[in-house]
């Protein structure tokens, strides 16, 4: 009830204190009916909840109640404050048809223009047809605003068709109309047609204004037809039409175009000839043209002669000689152009000029210039961006003035100047390969790192960047990181470099790490790349050194399987230590490796060191192998394995081995097995013992019988 009283109050109150007095908004008509916001005008909040709510009965209902009563000024402004043009239409729609407010020809006008600008053409153009139907008379400006709106949204069409339907449907057209028009076509290039319509409207009467001309000369020049320009500006001044200082600018911008500066100067000379006084822009667009040519010494002398007559240069007049000047390497007139840009506070409107300012500064050899543009583009609060820090950090690594690039990449670092979204100019790898090389060799992989981070969440993936980066962590002893680095090109799949894969494995076995080292080294492999002999030699040294004797042999098996031949004497002592180790299944197969690649280990030495180490079950099989294999074995060793084997009491193991010898002619000594034959029978292997005598005494007869021939031989 207290809000309805509230509500009653306020709709009888006049209407310049509904408009801009205190009032209840809607929160507080819902919560609280003392509280009020101050100093809201009633169609801000209208807007608001416009805004913030649903187009809904509910919402319509909330307004209704808060103001009963509509008038002009209010729709009007609540239309003129309406942020989103759907809002505005809803409104505009909404007061018609519930009755509330007739719309007149202003709130239809302002209606059009707001559809216009947010390119809602289709509901603009129904609004405008259907304002007879409601009492309300059109107009040409109605009329001229929808042709224009269509114009800007790129319809010619349409803007042709409004212009042609203003007449059949009675709407006086002026020079207005045509005006518009020309503005419409001859933006898209239409020449020809444009040329039509000026016939008709000279024929229609209407007598074509200077704004009129000045559109068509720009229009023709725009579409490169010169000599058509040229005609109209001569038949605006045979009509008596005085050419503006606008007419003249168009006439040197259009001469510009086609590089026609001498035209252009005449031009400029015809206008101070007419007592009409040159503008910014006037001296802007010559001073382009002269740059466009390479004069820019004459640009420079215009450029001064504007300031003598107190015309002041714009953000575009700089914008425009600055490049000239770095493309004449007038860098020493570019920078005390910059400084006084910088003393007035005028930031150029194309922020790339700074680029080729510093690019330039860098060139001419004027390397605290070029850092001097990057401290002017923070004084002017123009966002400075990778790109510029990349030219001056590539400038003054090439100088060797390294300790200052060191700032500069710290300044890039710290802001995260890299990965702001809007930065259209990023870094070059010849900019940032160069710091990034100089830092990994000086002990500052770290910072490296970071930066290059930075530079990988923007989609870089250089390979030399990456090296460099795994070679700068493996000197400065964190082989850890650098093989996190490699872990990361093998994911985004960059090619890595053989040189850095040597310097993790050596880092890692400098760090005392062979394990690590040997996976280094797997990761070389994996990638495609060979190690020299030194890195094998050292990788199975430290892993021999650390215990790890089975790995040391697996390091040994990839050198031999890729066809390297060198280090037998280290070879022979993984071997051994093998063997020593039990792990003799694995010693043979190493062995079997060497065979087949035409290297023959000292099996003769093996067999010493194992049967002196009272290695007999090692010696036994290795004995065994080198049998199968007809391995060049000294007889001594063979005794010796065999002594070792009765010693140990493996007389059975011996009987065998001695069976295999004798079968190839290799014992000649039987003290031997006379040894071995009591041993036997000792042990109650009487048949092995029978055996072995009478294999003894057939070799004997054997030997006696062949003899025996040689004697009757030399007898005949």
């Not at 203003?166 to 207005?176: A, D, N, W």
């Not at 007419?274 to 004069?295: A, D, Q």
Request: net charge neutral; with cysteine.
């Amino acid at each position: 009830m207290a809000s309805l009283c509230a509500l009653k109050k306020l709709s009888t109150a006049p209407l310049c204190l509904r408009s801009t007095s205190f009032f209840y908004s809607s929160e507080s008509l819902n919560n609280d009916t003392n509280t009020r916001i101050p100093q809201e005008k009633l169609e801000d909040l209208i807007c608001r909840m416009m805004s913030s709510r649903a187009w809904t009965t509910r919402l319509q209902n909330s307004i209704r109640n808060l103001v009963p009563s509509f008038d002009h000024e209010l729709v009007y402004n609540v239309l003129h404050s309406s942020k989103n043009a759907d809002h505005a239409l809803q409104f505009f729609r909404w007061v018609e048809r519930s009755g509330l407010f007739i719309h007149d020809r202003e709130t239809h006008f302002k209606i059009i223009h707001i559809l216009g600008r947010a390119s809602k053409l289709n509901h603009a153009r129904c609004i405008l047809l259907d304002m007879p139907n409601k009492g309300v008379d059109w107009d040409e400006d109605l009329w001229v605003l929808m042709i224009d709106s269509y114009g800007k949204s790129g319809i010619v069409q349409e803007s042709v068709k409004l212009f042609s339907k203003m007449e059949e449907l009675g709407v006086q057209r002026t020079v207005k109309s045509y005006n518009a028009l020309f503005n419409v076509i001859t933006r898209r290039g239409r020449y020809m047609m444009a040329k039509r319509y000026f016939n008709k409207m000279v024929n229609e009467g209407i007598e074509p204004t200077r704004h009129t001309y000045n559109l068509l000369i720009w229009g023709f020049f725009l579409s490169s037809k010169l000599d058509t320009a040229i005609r109209f500006f001569e038949d605006m001044k045979s009509r008596e039409i005085t050419p503006d200082v606008v007419t003249y600018n168009t006439m040197i911008s259009g001469y510009n175009r086609v590089k026609k500066i001498e035209e252009a100067e005449k031009c400029f000379v015809e206008m101070k000839g007419r007592n009409i006084e040159p503008n910014v822009i006037s001296y802007t667009t010559l001073i382009k043209g002269y740059s466009l040519v390479g004069r820019v010494d004459d640009a420079l002398r215009i450029f001064e002669e504007m300031k003598s007559f107190g015309i002041k240069p714009n953000a575009i007049t700089y914008s425009t000689l600055l490049p000239g000047l770095c493309d004449a390497q007038k860098m020493s007139e570019a920078r005390v152009i910059l400084k006084e840009m910088e003393d007035k506070y005028i930031a150029p409107k194309d922020n790339s000029i700074f680029i080729k300012l510093i690019s330039g500064q860098c060139e001419a050899g004027d390397l605290d210039a070029a850092a001097d543009v990057l401290k002017t583009m923070i004084r002017l609060s123009v966002p400075t961006e990778a790109g510029h820090y990349g030219v001056l950090i590539e400038n003054f690594c090439k100088a060797g003035i390294y300790d200052r690039a060191v700032k500069f990449l710290d300044k890039l670092i710290e802001k995260e100047i890299v990965l702001r979204p809007e930065s259209s100019l990023s870094m070059e790898p010849s900019s940032y390969n160069l710091i990034i090389d100089y830092l990994c060799n000086n002990g500052h992989t770290a910072k490296a790192e970071t930066f290059f981070r930075q530079l990988m969440k923007t989609g870089v993936q250089d390979p030399v960047a990456f090296n460099n980066l795994v070679c700068g962590h493996s000197r400065e002893g964190v082989p850890d990181s650098a093989f996190e680095i490699l872990k990361i090109m093998g994911r985004r799949k960059v090619v890595s470099d053989g040189i850095a894969h040597k310097s993790l494995v050596e880092s890692y076995l400098k760090k005392g790490e062979p394990a690590d080292a040997k996976t280094a080294l797997d990761n070389m492999l994996e990638n495609g790349h060979d190690p020299d002999l030194l890195l094998h030699r050292s990788v199975m040294e430290s892993l021999m050194g650390d215990g790890r004797v089975q790995t040391a042999s697996r390091v040994m098996k990839v050198m031999l399987e890729k066809g390297v031949k060198e280090h037998m004497d280290l070879i022979s002592t993984i071997l051994e230590a093998l063997l020593m180790r039990g792990h003799v299944e694995e010693a043979l197969g190493r062995i079997e490796l060497l065979l087949h690649n035409s290297l023959s280990p000292d099996l003769d030495a093996l067999l010493s060191v194992l049967c002196d180490k009272g290695k007999t079950a090692a010696a036994l099989k290795l004995l065994d192998f080198g049998l199968e294999r007809n391995c060049n074995i000294d007889f001594s060793s063979y005794d010796k394995v065999l002594d070792s084997l009765v010693a140990s009491g493996k007389t059975l193991n011996a009987y065998s081995i001695l069976c295999k010898m004798m079968e190839k002619g290799g014992v000649k000594d039987h003290k031997s097995c006379e040894e071995l034959i009591k041993s036997l029978n000792d042990e109650g292997n009487t048949k092995q013992a029978d055996i072995l005598r009478r294999m003894i005494l057939g070799k004997e007869t054997t030997l006696d019988s062949k003899k025996g021939k040689k004697k009757t031989a030399v007898a005949a």
